[in-house]
C-alpha cells in the first residue's frame, strides 16, 4: 500500500512539474511576461486542473500516513526518486515541520514587483550584456590545484566580492573548525557561530591538498548557510535557485548533478526582470538544520555557472529587499557597479555583516541635520582591509579590522582577495603593547588637566600602585621634583626600567616585536609565473590561483624604526608552518613592497614583509 502511494506521488509531482501555467494560488500570473498567451485554452485548464487534483488526492494520502505512522515523513517519501543515497537529500523542515510539494521541488515563484525591484537594485536601468554575461557565468567552485585546493576559482570579473566573502568563512571552518569536517550536515547548526577563540593559541594547519572533496563540500555549504542565516538577522535563509533545473531533474528522475545542470541551463540568460521572474524559484528556511539540507540537494546549481548570482540573489532575499534599501546611503545606485560590474562595498558588507551597508567604519557618522551615514554596527566573523584606506580614501573600522578569527577580505581599486593566517594569536596585542596600554590608562585615569599629559604627585603615587611599577627612589624624586609628572618624562623611564620591575625594558634586545606569517588568496586565475606548467605551446603559464606565504614582522607602536630587528624563527612543530618561537636575533632580511603590504600596515602599522616568488597581486 506504501508504494502504490509513494507511485502515485511520484507520478503526480512529475505531472505538476511539466511546462504550464503556475497555480495562480501559489504565485502570480505570468501575464506581464512576453508572449504569454493572453487566455488559457480549456484543453490545457483541464488537463492542469486533473494535475492539480491528483497531487492534492497525493499529499492527503501522505499527511493521513503520516499520522498513521511516525516513520512516513514527506522528507523520506520525497526522496524516494533519489535512489540509494537518500540520506543526502533534503530533509526540509520548516516552522510547521512540512512544505508543499511544489517547495520541496522547486519553491516558490518571484513576483513580477519583487523580480522589477531586484534586478533594478542589484544590476540598475542601464546594465551592459557584459556585466550580465560576467554574473551569469560564475559557478562556487574550488580550485582542482592541490596548492590552492583551499580556494574559490573565479574566471569572470564582477563576482569576485561574492566568492571572496564565501572564501573567508570557508577558511574559517577549514582552518579552525577541523574535527567537524566529518560531520553530517544536520549536526551542523549546532556549532555555527558559536565557537570563539580560546586564549590559548589556535594553529590549523596548512595542509590544503589532503582536504577531500566531501569535507570541502561540506564547509561550503555550512559557510552559505552562515552567511544566509546572517543576512536574515539568524531568523531566516531564504534559497534561490532556478525553475528549469527542476524541470530537467523531474524528466532525468535523478539528483542534481553537472551534467544535468549543464543541460537545463542551456541556452538560459538573465538579461531582465521578466527573466528573472520566469525561472527564479525561492524557498524560506526557518531551522538551520533544513536551510542545510537544502543546499546540499541544490548545491551543483550553486556551482553551476549561475552560481555566483544565485548567492547574492539569496543573501539579498535573507536580508529582505526593503530592509537591503534602508541599510543604503543611497539606494537608487545599483549594487553592482559600473563600467566593469563589480560588486559593491554594499554586498561585501552585507555577507560580511548582514546588512548592505555602504561604509566599513564602526557605528554611524552624523553629519548634522538629521542625516547620518551607516557603518558596521557589530563585531564580525571574518573581517576586511583595503587599499583605497592607506590611500587616505576610507578608515576601516575595529568591527572589521579585529574580526573574530584572523581572515580578512582584502579591497582594491577592482578585485577582492582574501588574507589569513593559521595562529589566532597573530592579532593578541603584544605583551609590551599591552603593558603600555595599561599604564597609559592608569595615567590617563589621574590627569586632571584635560588631556594636557600631567598628573599631581598624588596621582603619580597612585599609578604607581595600580600598575605595579616599582621604581628607584631616586627616579620617584626626580620625577616629582617640579610637583607634578609629565607623561613623556615617566614614560622614558618606563622603557628604561627592567620588565621584572615593571617596565619594558627587553632584556631580549626585541623589542617586544612580532613575528608571524599570513597567507593570500588570489582566486582569479592568472599567469602563474612560477609555476612548472605550461600550456601545450610550453611558452604561455598556466592559468590558475596563487596562494602566497609572507612572513610579517611588526616592531611594537613605540619602538623607533631605527631599533627594528629581525628574528630567525623555528618552526614549532615539521608539519605546521604557521608559528615557533625567537631563537636568535639575525640581520635582517631586506623589506619586500607590493600593495597587499599597504593593505597589511592599516592593520599592523610599520609591518615588514617578506615572500618567496612573484609578489602578491591583489587585482
Avoid at 538577522?233 to 545542470?261: C, F, M, P, Q
Amino acid at each position: 500500500m506504501a508504494n502504490h502511494e509513494e507511485d502515485d506521488l511520484r507520478m503526480a509531482l512529475r505531472m505538476s512539474m511539466q511546462n504550464s501555467p503556475p497555480d495562480p494560488k501559489r504565485s502570480k500570473p505570468r501575464d506581464g511576461l512576453a508572449g504569454a498567451p493572453a487566455e488559457e485554452p480549456s484543453e490545457v485548464k483541464t488537463r492542469r486542473l486533473q494535475r492539480e487534483l491528483m497531487a492534492a488526492a497525493a499529499e492527503k494520502r501522505m499527511l493521513v500516513a503520516k499520522k498513521s505512522s511516525p516513520s512516513a515523513s514527506p522528507s523520506k517519501v520525497l526522496s524516494g526518486s533519489a535512489g540509494s543515497g537518500s540520506d543526502l537529500a533534503p530533509k526540509v523542515v520548516t516552522k510547521d515541520k512540512e512544505l508543499s510539494l511544489e517547495q520541496v521541488n522547486l519553491g516558490k515563484g518571484l513576483s513580477e514587483e519583487d523580480a522589477k525591484q531586484l534586478f533594478s537594485m542589484v544590476f540598475g536601468a542601464e546594465v551592459t550584456k557584459g556585466i550580465l554575461a560576467q554574473w551569469s557565468n560564475q559557478g562556487i567552485r574550488f580550485s582542482p590545484d592541490p596548492e590552492t585546493s583551499m580556494g574559490l576559482v573565479q574566471h569572470e570579473g564582477g563576482p569576485c566580492g561574492v566568492l571572496a566573502a564565501i572564501q573567508a568563512f570557508v577558511l574559517k571552518y577549514l582552518l579552525f573548525y577541523p574535527a567537524e569536517l566529518g560531520k553530517v550536515a544536520p549536526n551542523m547548526h549546532q556549532n555555527t557561530g558559536s565557537r570563539t577563540p580560546s586564549n590559548s593559541q589556535c594553529v590549523a594547519t596548512n595542509n590544503f591538498a589532503s582536504l577531500t572533496e566531501d569535507a570541502k563540500a561540506r564547509v561550503l555549504i555550512r559557510s552559505m548557510g552562515e552567511i544566509l542565516f546572517l543576512c536574515g538577522s539568524n531568523k531566516r535563509a531564504v534559497i534561490a535557485t532556478l525553475s528549469v533545473i527542476g524541470e530537467e531533474t523531474e524528466r532525468s528522475e535523478d539528483r542534481l548533478n553537472d551534467e544535468v545542470i549543464t543541460k537545463s541551463l542551456e541556452g538560459l540568460s538573465i538579461e531582465s526582470a521578466a527573466d528573472l521572474h520566469k525561472v527564479l524559484r525561492v524557498s524560506t528556511y526557518t531551522t538551520q538544520e533544513s536551510a542545510f539540507q537544502r543546499l546540499q540537494a541544490v548545491l551543483p546549481a550553486f556551482q553551476s555557472r549561475m552560481g555566483a548570482l544565485l548567492f547574492l540573489i539569496s543573501a539579498l532575499l535573507s536580508r529582505g529587499l526593503d530592509l537591503v534599501q534602508s541599510d543604503r546611503d543611497d539606494p537608487s545606485l545599483p549594487l553592482v557597479t559600473a563600467p566593469f560590474g563589480h560588486a559593491s562595498q554594499e554586498i561585501v558588507n552585507l555577507l560580511l555583516c548582514g546588512q548592505a551597508v555602504p561604509n566599513v567604519f564602526d557605528g554611524k557618522m552624523d553629519l548634522g541635520g538629521g542625516m547620518s551615514l551607516k557603518g558596521i554596527s557589530k563585531t564580525v566573523e571574518v573581517g576586511f582591509l583595503t587599499l583605497l584606506e592607506s590611500l587616505n580614501f576610507c578608515k576601516v573600522g575595529q568591527y572589521l579590522k579585529s574580526p573574530k578569527w584572523p581572515i580578512w577580505v582584502v579591497g582594491s581599486e577592482s578585485h577582492y582577495t582574501v588574507l589569513f593566517s593559521l595562529d589566532t594569536t597573530v592579532q593578541d596585542e603584544n605583551e609590551l603593547e599591552g603593558r603600555e596600554s595599561q599604564i597609559r590608562k592608569a595615567f590617563d585615569a589621574q590627569d586632571q588637566s584635560g588631556g594636557g599629559g600631567f598628573i599631581s604627585v598624588e596621582g603619580f603615587h597612585q599609578v604607581l600602585r595600580e600598575t605595579n611599577v616599582k621604581l628607584p627612589t631616586e627616579k620617584v624624586d626626580l620625577l616629582c621634583s617640579t610637583g607634578f609628572i609629565v607623561w613623556s618624562e615617566f614614560w622614558q623611564v618606563i622603557l628604561d626600567l627592567d620588565k621584572s620591575l615593571g617596565g619594558l625594558k627587553d632584556s631580549t634586545g626585541l623589542m617586544g616585536k612580532k613575528v608571524f606569517d599570513l597567507y593570500h588568496f588570489n582566486g582569479i586565475a592568472k599567469s602563474d609565473l612560477n609555476g612548472s606548467q605550461t600550456s601545450s605551446g610550453g611558452e604561455i603559464p598556466v592559468q590558475r590561483p596563487r596562494l602566497t606565504k609572507l612572513r610579517v614582522s611588526v616592531p611594537p607602536r613605540w619602538t623607533p624604526e631605527e631599533y627594528m630587528t629581525d628574528v630567525v624563527v623555528t618552526s614549532a612543530s615539521s608539519g605546521n608552518e604557521s608559528g615557533g618561537k625567537v631563537t636568535e636575533i639575525a640581520k635582517p632580511e631586506p623589506a619586500q613592497h607590493a600593495p597587499l603590504v599597504d593593505c597589511i600596515r592599516t592593520r599592523w602599522p610599520r609591518a615588514v614583509c617578506n615572500w618567496v616568488g612573484d609578489p602578491p597581486s591583489i587585482v
